[in-house]
């Protein structure tokens, strides 16, 4: 896999570039968002968007949270704060605020099935 934040070839083009904020996330959300990856943890924050597009809420564990949003249409399990899901997704950062989010494909509860 060629990431180029290791890659020694580019290592040295990265170390001597200055870049914008906005140029650093987006070279970060584009690394990020090309992985899908499939994360487990407890719902909470479980929220709607005022025109109910989109869902919004936080996967946690004992030791960190992440932000969460999916296609509302694409939500196929109604989800509540506590329940431990499974979810499937890209990683990524909303570029303009720099803030790290997850972008949902699907969601599946644990140990039912």
Do not use: H, W
Not at 3 to 21: L, Q, T
């Amino acid at each position: 896999m060629d990431n180029i934040f290791v890659n020694s070839r580019k290592r040295a083009y990265f170390e001597e570039k200055i870049f914008s904020v906005s140029e650093l996330n987006e070279l970060v959300n584009a690394e990020l968002s090309e992985r899908t990856v499939r994360v487990r943890g407890e719902v909470a924050d479980f929220r709607r968007s005022q025109n109910g597009k989109f869902v919004y809420f936080d996967l946690k564990d004992e030791e960190a949270r992440m932000s969460c949003f999916v296609m509302a249409f694409a939500l196929r399990l109604p989800l509540e704060d506590g329940m431990e899901v499974v979810a499937m997704g890209s990683p990524g950062l909303y570029v303009p605020y720099g803030k790290y989010t997850f972008r949902v494909e699907t969601v599946e509860p644990v140990g039912e099935g």
